[in-house]
T-cell receptor, first 113, second 115 residues
C-alpha cells in the first residue's frame, strides 16, 4: 500500500519569503501527484499537479518531481498571509473507476505579516 | 461551473443516536462521488465511493452506510453513532474520466461531535 510522508509538519515563514514543502512516497509506479490546500474548517482545494519527472510552474507555485528519489516538493514564492493553510500531498495511480489517492498528513503553513 | 453543497455544517449528537449527512453536486452530470473522513490531526480516509446512481461501494468499515438516490446526491448515514465517529466528514466528486489527471473537488465539510 502506498505510503505518503510530508515534511515539515509545520512551517512558519515571514511574508514575502519562499515556502518549501516536501512529500515522499513509496510506490515508484505512482503516476499522479496533486497538492491540495486546506483552510481551517474547509474542504481541501486542488492546487497543482505533476505527472512526469521535472518541474511545473503555475503563478507563484512551483512543483518538482524526482521519481528516482520518490520525492516531490512544492515551493510558494512571495508567500502571503492568505497562503496560511494546511497543504496536503496526494499520490495515486491512474484512475480506472474508484479514484483513491493516498494523502499525507499535511504541512501546516503559517505566513506572518 | 460545478458547485458542491454539503449539509449540515456541524452536528453535535449523542452516542447511539442516528445520523444523516448529505451533499449535492450541481453543474456536472454523472460525477464519481466520494465520502471522506478526517479525524483531528489525521489523514483523509476514503469511506465510500459511487460511480453511478444506486451503486455505492464501501472502502472502510466504520458502521456507516452511504446511498446515492439521485445522480447529484450522496447521503452518509448510520442508525447508531459511536464516539469514534467524531471528526470532519467531506463529500467530494471527480469527473470520472479516468487517467492520471483525475482529481477531487471537495465540499466544505461537516464537523461531527459525538458526546
Amino acid at each position: 500500500q502506498e505510503k505518503v510522508q510530508q515534511s515539515p509538519e509545520s512551517l512558519i515563514v515571514p511574508e514575502g519569503a519562499m515556502s518549501s514543502l516536501n512529500c515522499t512516497f513509496s510506490n515508484s509506479a505512482s503516476q499522479s501527484i496533486w497538492w491540495y490546500q486546506q483552510h481551517p474548517g474547509k474542504g481541501p482545494e486542488a492546487l497543482i499537479s505533476i505527472f512526469s519527472n521535472g518541474n511545473k510552474k503555475e503563478g507563484r507555485l512551483t512543483v518538482y518531481l524526482n521519481r528516482a528519489s520518490l520525492h516531490v516538493s512544492l515551493h510558494i514564492r512571495d508567500s502571503q498571509p492568505s497562503d496560511s493553510a494546511v497543504y496536503l500531498c496526494a499520490v495515486s495511480m491512474a484512475s480506472g473507476g474508484n479514484y483513491k489517492p493516498t494523502f499525507g498528513k499535511g504541512t501546516s503553513l503559517v505566513v506572518h505579516p | 461551473a460545478q458547485t458542491i453543497h454539503q449539509w449540515p455544517v456541524a452536528e453535535i449528537k449523542a452516542v447511539g443516536s442516528p445520523l444523516s449527512l448529505g451533499c449535492t453536486i450541481k453543474g456536472k452530470s454523472s460525477p464519481n462521488l466520494y465520502w471522506y473522513w478526517q479525524a483531528t490531526g489525521g489523514t483523509l480516509q476514503q469511506l465510500f465511493y459511487s460511480i453511478t446512481v444506486g451503486q455505492v461501494e464501501s472502502v472502510v468499515q466504520l458502521n456507516l452506510s452511504a446511498s446515492r438516490p439521485k445522480d447529484d446526491q450522496f447521503i452518509l448515514s448510520t442508525e447508531k453513532l459511536l464516539l469514534s465517529h467524531s471528526g470532519f466528514y467531506l463529500c467530494a466528486w471527480s469527473p470520472g474520466q479516468g487517467g492520471i489527471a483525475e482529481t477531487l473537488y471537495f465540499g466544505s465539510g461537516t464537523r461531527l461531535t459525538v458526546l
